[in-house]
């Protein structure tokens, strides 16, 4: 099993060091594994695409698609506090997980999740109609302000386009922040995405294939080419080394995030990154 960077009372301590004692325009990120981030920015804090559980595991052990954990978990959702936005770009369990948003609900409690407006029903079900009070739903090109963040849905074809799969572009500061979601290109993608100014993409590269049977996303050097293409001062590639039968290696990201003179960071679950 990869072991993490940095994980639990470590990696809780790096978090709090940063909410004490970083500098108020700083943009700090830490990859919490598949397609979780958590970012700071002046002592508020924004969770992508959370899923810190082994319930997927659970649910496919005895089945034809086992879901093999890769990377030992970062940190139990139910230590997460102090988080004030939380995203779900999409239904699937790895971006909407019962097992880590009850947690880290009750640790946070003033959280909000923002997701996709068609996906709300879907959500109280999923994670009791209490909780429905703190969504935040958002259609495609509707924007909502929560504490230092301002999120705007973009588009997203996990696939195929649909109301149902999202990204965020995220406004903090003076930075932007670019959650694709799970995605493969569509047409109009890079344009729209071009008028934002992306300083930070953060980009599947797992790919697709056929046999997984799943929805596939971008690969890695298709993941490198759209960061250039819309002009994105830095790209993290995600969603990768969660799973046995669905990941990839980071190798043809970084080739071609070299060729292309495209500045990337590749971290491990749990590091802590800033942007320059």
Known sequence: ????????????????????????DR??????????????????FLLFDPYLSDS???????????????????????????????????????????????PLFSASPQARLVLPRVNVDFAAQRLG???????????????VTLGAFTLEA????????????????????????YHSGDTLLFPGMEERLRTFKIDLALLPINGRAPERRVAGNLNGPEAARLAHAIGARWVVPCHYDMFAFNTASPAAFIAECRSLGQPHAVLRAGERWELP
Request: aromatic share 8%.
């Open 129 to 143: 109609e209490d909780h429905r009070l703190r969504f935040a739903p958002l259609a495609e090109g509707e924007r």
């Open 56 to 102: 997927l595991t659970q649910k496919y052990a005895a089945t034809d698609k086992p879901h093999v954990r890769l990377t030992a978990r970062v940190v139990d959702p139910a230590r997460l506090d102090g988080v004030s936005v939380v995203t779900s770009t999409h239904t699937h369990t790895d971006h909407l997980d019962r097992e880590t948003l009850l």
């Open 27 to 44: 943009l700090t990120l830490w990859w919490l594994g598949q397609s979780g981030f958590l970012v700071g920015y002046g002592g508020e």
């Open 154 to 177: 973009v588009p997203a074809a996990h696939e195929e386009r649909r109301p149902d799969y999202a990204g965020f572009v995220v406004s903090v500061g003076s930075h932007r922040i």
């Open 1 to 24: 099993m990869i072991i993490p960077h940095q994980a639990d009372d470590v990696f809780l301590a790096d978090v709090a060091r940063v909410r004490a004692h970083g500098a108020p």
